[in-house]
């Protein structure tokens, strides 16, 4: 090979250089193809790999793209490939494939792909009662219980009687149990009735479990019974089963009885005395208008002249003025009502002396004693 020089030449033995894809043979006199596909590897790194002559082309395993610049397979990453159409849910490229996964709540289906609802009520993670809906469940508490804040899943007691309606659910006293509660009553005197909140009265002179002797008279109240005995003042009598001078039962009314040449008796403008038993509950609240007992004058009041009158008073035990009296007209009658106008708080007796003055020209002319004997429960009930 001549080789020109600065006013000169060389020559030069030719060597023999080979292209991409080609190597000397041992005799290095030729170019030979190289086989690349040969050795532990190969060109191809475990794929297919095919020699051509001076090159070679790899068979990519199925997940796998050749690349003619860098000539090696690369994973084809699927999930990017194909979005939405290989998984009902996730996609998870991996090499030379791809895995499906599914939110919680779901499970992957047979087929890989798609998600099926798990039942996660199967494995009950509620304390009470669960619900399957698609993708998750909901946790349910029987009545008296509720879900609890923190974990959504158990179910803890409600104390009703720790509510801000508790006060009102029983009567008297309420005592919460597991998921429920239950009323009780003051005893002896209550007991409780058939709704279980509320607390009624027993009444012990008709049930015949009072103390009362053959000489007293057994009077219901609420909450027990009073065993009395009224007797009748000199100069008057019993009266017999007549017309009631007070609208209520378990009166005892005595009546004037005077000897012939008794004249102070005679005299005396009052007629009749009663004594009668009532009960009133403790009041809890005002304002308070309570009409309790009901006086009536004898005779009516058409019979009376024009300068006659029914004039009703409070002869005694009225105090602090927690009572009142009116007068009304009812079916041609004079009425006086009695009417509690403030709370009394119990256990009280109180005896409230009234009085039914027959007022002839502003002078009575005879007068009707009414006692009542008052019974404050202890309780609003």
């Known amino acids: ?41 190969g060109a191809c790194d475990g794929h297919g790999c095919i020699n051509l002559v001076g090159s070679y082309r790899c068979e990519c395993k199925t997940g796998y793209t050749f690349n003619s610049i860098s000539r090696v397979c690369e994973d084809i990453n699927e999930c990017r490939h194909y979005p939405g159409r290989l998984c009902a849910h996730k996609c998870d490229n991996i090499l ?26 199967e494995s009950s993670p509620c304390s009470q009662e669960c619900a399957n809906v698609y993708g998750s469940y909901q946790c349910y508490c029987r009545r008296g219980y509720q879900l609890s804040d923190t974990d959504g899943n158990t179910c803890e007691d409600i104390d009703e009687c720790a509510l801000p309606t508790g006060g009102h659910i029983c009567s008297y006293r309420c005592h919460n149990t597991g998921g429920s509660f239950y009323c009780s009553c003051p005893t002896p005197g209550y007991t409780l009735a058939t709704n279980g909140r509320s607390c009624q009265d027993i009444d012990e002179c008709v049930t015949g479990t009072h103390t009362c002797s053959v000489t007293e008279t057994c009077f219901n109240v609420q909450g027990g019974f009073r065993c009395l005995s009224f007797d009748c003042p000199p100069n008057y009598r019993r009266a017999g089963e007549t017309r009631a001078q007070i609208d209520r039962s378990d009166t005892v009314r005595c009546v004037k009885s ?5 004249i102070s008796c005679i005299m005396d403008p009052i007629h009749s005395i009663s004594h009668t038993v009532i009960s009133l509950a403790t009041f809890r609240e005002e304002p308070l208008l309570e009409e309790i007992v009901f006086l009536r004058a004898v005779p009516p009041a058409h019979s009376f002249s024009r300068n006659s009158d029914i004039v ?24 006086g009502v009695v009417r509690q106008v403030r709370p009394i708080t119990g256990p009280r007796y109180i005896v409230l002396k009234l009085a ?20 404050v429960s202890e309780f609003w009930f």
């Open 1 to 41: 090979m001549c080789l020109n020089t600065m006013g000169s030449y060389s020559c030069q033995r030719s060597s023999h250089s080979c292209g991409r894809g080609y190597h000397l043979n041992e005799a290095g006199n030729r170019c030979v193809d190289i086989d690349e596909c040969k050795g532990p590897g």
């Open 96 to 121: 030379g494939s791809y895995k499906c996964s599914c939110m919680p709540g779901f499970k992957l289906s047979s087929d890989g792909r798609n998600c099926d609802d798990v039942n996660e009520c």
């Open 258 to 262: 005077c000897q012939p040449n008794n």
């Open 312 to 335: 009703f008073d409070i002869l005694d035990g009225n105090g602090q003025d927690t009572f009142d009296i009116i007068k009304r007209y009812e079916h041609g009658m004079i009425v």
């Open 356 to 375: 039914i003055n027959n007022v002839v020209s502003g002078v009575v002319s005879h007068r009707n004693i009414v006692n009542v004997h008052i019974f």
